[in-house]
């Protein structure tokens, strides 16, 4: 079993920061790419930002110049910098992860997807 949490959730202003990380643990042999995703109330949930293992990322738009994703391939974690946040950027924000994981004989040939619960980030004006 492999579990992904969140932390780092909050209330801030407008123009604040917030800093998200998403730990994985359990049976884990190896984690591919990781990702953040966000869902608002009323919209679909959508891929903020997603880094491979070798650290390659990508970004939707809006989000581009302000946030910062990385990751600690020993710590099984991976994180979100959000800065200059606006209004329109409060939403649940759930980390995903390609997770091989160990099995009776061995890690498994391929990766499974995982999900965090996600944490709220809300953004006053």
């Known amino acids: 079993q492999v579990q992904l949490v969140e932390s780092g959730g909050g209330l801030v202003q407008a123009g604040g920061s917030l800093r998200l990380s998403c730990a994985a643990s359990g049976s884990i042999f190896s984690i591919n790419a990781m990702g953040w995703y966000r869902q608002a109330p009323g919209k679909q949930r959508e891929l903020v930002a997603g880094i491979t293992r070798s650290g390659s990322t990508n970004y939707v738009d809006s989000v581009k110049g302000r946030f910062t994703i990385s990751r600690d391939n020993a710590k099984n974690t991976v994180y979100l910098e959000m800065n200059s946040l606006k209004p329109e950027d409060t939403a649940v924000y759930s980390c995903?992860?390609?997770?091989?994981?160990?099995?009776?004989?061995?890690?498994?040939?391929?990766?499974?997807?995982?999900w965090g619960k996600g944490t709220l980030v809300t953004v006053s004006s």
């Open positions: 995903n992860a390609e997770v091989r994981s160990w099995g009776f004989q061995g890690p498994a040939s391929s990766g499974i997807i995982y």
